[in-house]
C-alpha cells in the first residue's frame, strides 16, 4: 500500500525548533527522491526542500537555506526535516511527496 504520513508538527516560538517526519510505506526511498511543500493560508503550495534517492542530495529554497535540515532513513523508510530559528513566516502545513503521491499534512505554528 502506498501511502506518506507526516508528524511532528505543533505550536512554536519564533527562534524555536521542529522536527518533522515523512514514514513512506510503499516506497523505496534508495531509489526515489522525496520533497517537503508547505502551503501557508492564502497562499500556493510551494516547495521547501527536497532529497535525492541514491545519493541522498539535498536541496533546499532560499527562504529556509541554512535552517532547515533534510535527511532520511532508508531502514525506517522515513524522512525528517529538521526546521531550526523558526520564523513567523514558516507557518504553514507541511506536505512531503514522492512522484504524484502527498501525504496528509501536518501544521506547523509559529507564533509568539
Known amino acids: 500500500q502506498v501511502q506518506l504520513v507526516e508528524s511532528g508538527g505543533g505550536l512554536v516560538r519564533p527562534g524555536g525548533s521542529l522536527t518533522l517526519s515523512c514514514s513512506a510505506s510503499g516506497f523505496d526511498l534508495q531509489s526515489r527522491a522525496i520533497a517537503w511543500f508547505r502551503q501557508a493560508p492564502g497562499k500556493e503550495r510551494e516547495g521547501v526542500s527536497c532529497i535525492s534517492g541514491p545519493f541522498g542530495a539535498d536541496y533546499y529554497a532560499d527562504s529556509v537555506m541554512g535552517r532547515f535540515t533534510i535527511s532520511k532513513d532508508n531502514a525506517k523508510n522515513t524522512v525528517y526535516l529538521q526546521m531550526n530559528n523558526l520564523k513567523l513566516e514558516d507557518t504553514a502545513v507541511y506536505y512531503c511527496?514522492?512522484?504524484?503521491?502527498w501525504g496528509q499534512g501536518t501544521q506547523v505554528t509559529v507564533s509568539s
Open positions: 511527496r514522492i512522484t504524484a503521491y
